[in-house]
T-cell receptor, first 111, second 117 residues
């Protein structure tokens, strides 16, 4: 069974520090990797996606992908209290339209 | 450009009643996904639809649940004879892409929160 694993947290990070969120996946055939942010009581919103090995930066966010290790991470620099949310990792299945979702990591940024 | 619209936002039903949840995708999006989320849990895929077609309903319970996406009008997720275990947030998401590397870029509605008494 294809799986996406995330540490449920909560992960507590002081304001201004770097928050590092990790995700592993079981399906070597996965091609596309997504990070969604979900505030409590709200719907998920896409914040980053990555398709190739290496790093992809967008503002304070950096996604890192290592297909050999089946590992994808999200770094948030200069963490702000507004970054406090649950971060969901999602990976495409071999059908290429269905996403396999992790259970999410709850991130708390402490002022 | 309006986002994905879901209604009702909150729905309360007694056991045995029917729940009908509606979703209008973003303009130009013809691919609709329904997900269920229990408190403090991740998203569970239920069904993927295109206009007038159910593409994948592998995540939907065989009994009591059905979904449609007619040629005209919103997509509808229907739950018959609801039970307490159906209480959850139901999210609809849409995409302009059928498959491929961009198919995971989903736009979510605000969700419909079903409470079964």
């Amino acid at each position: 069974q294809k799986e996406v694993e995330q540490n449920s947290g909560p992960l507590s990070v002081p304001e201004g520090a770097i928050a590092s969120l990790n995700c592993t996946y079981s399906d070597r055939g996965s091609q596309s990797f997504f990070w969604y942010r979900q505030y409590s009581g709200k719907s998920p919103e896409l914040i980053m996606f990555i398709y190739s090995n290496g790093d992809k930066e967008d503002g304070r966010f950096t996604a890192q992908l290592n297909k050999a290790s089946q590992y994808v991470s999200l770094l948030i620099r200069d963490s702000q209290p507004s970054d406090s949310a649950t971060y969901l990792c999602a990976v495409t299945s071999d059908s290429n339209y269905q996403l396999i979702w992790g259970a999410g990591t709850k991130l708390i940024i402490k002022p | 450009n309006a986002g994905v619209m879901q209604n009702p936002r909150h729905l309360v039903r007694r056991r045995g009643q029917e729940a009908r949840l509606r979703c209008s995708p973003m303009k130009g999006h013809s691919h609709v996904y329904w997900y269920r989320q229990l408190p403090e849990e991740g998203l569970k895929f239920m069904v993927y639809l295109q206009k007038e077609n159910i593409i994948d309903e592998s995540g939907m319970p065989k009994e009591r649940f059905s979904a449609e996406f007619p040629k005209e009008g919103p997509s509808i997720l229907r739950i018959q004879q609801v039970v307490r275990g159906d209480s959850a947030a139901y999210f609809c998401a849409s995409s302009p892409f059928a498959s491929g590397e961009y198919a995971g870029e989903l736009f979510f509605g605000e969700g419909s929160r079903l409470t079964v008494l």
